[in-house]
């Protein structure tokens, strides 16, 4: 069984920063896609951030570039976000996801996700 297990939320005013961090258990090898979504009150899901584990490559949302980084420790199955520069408006849960077989995939598992709240 596939689990993402997410830490790292909090409260934070903006212009801080956090780092969250998801560790993946149960996944054998393969290609995959691991990152990061998020969902605001009222609003739908959207993607932040995710890595291939193919090539490597990166993408972010418009809306977080230059502010967040992915990051990855392959050996430990696990993948960090560190947010800088927060807003308000990057207050959302962050849900952890590993997509098969890329990001990009609605396909995969996701955690149970972490709170970030920044006030103003």
């Known amino acids: 069984?596939?689990?993402?297990?997410?830490?790292g939320g909090g409260l934070v005013q903006a212009g801080g920063s956090l780092k969250l961090s998801c560790a993946a258990s149960g996944f054998t090898s393969g290609d995959h896609g691991m990152?990061?979504?998020?969902?605001a009150?009222?609003?739908?899901q959207e993607w932040v951030s995710c890595k291939s584990s193919r090539d490597g490559s990166i993408y972010y949302a418009d809306s977080v570039k230059g502010r967040f980084t992915i990051s990855s420790d392959n050996a430990e199955n696990t993948v960090y976000l560190q947010m800088n520069s927060l807003k308000p408006e990057d207050t959302a849960i962050y849900f952890c996801a590993?997509?098969?077989?890329?990001c990009g995939?609605?396909?995969?598992?996701?955690?149970?996700?972490?709170q970030v709240s920044v006030s103003s």
């Open 35 to 39: 990152g990061w979504f998020r969902q």
């Open 41 to 44: 009150p009222g609003k739908g």
């Open 1 to 7: 069984e596939v689990q993402l297990v997410e830490s």
């Open 105 to 114: 995939s609605t396909d995969g598992y996701w955690g149970r996700g972490t």
């Open 98 to 102: 590993l997509v098969v077989p890329k």
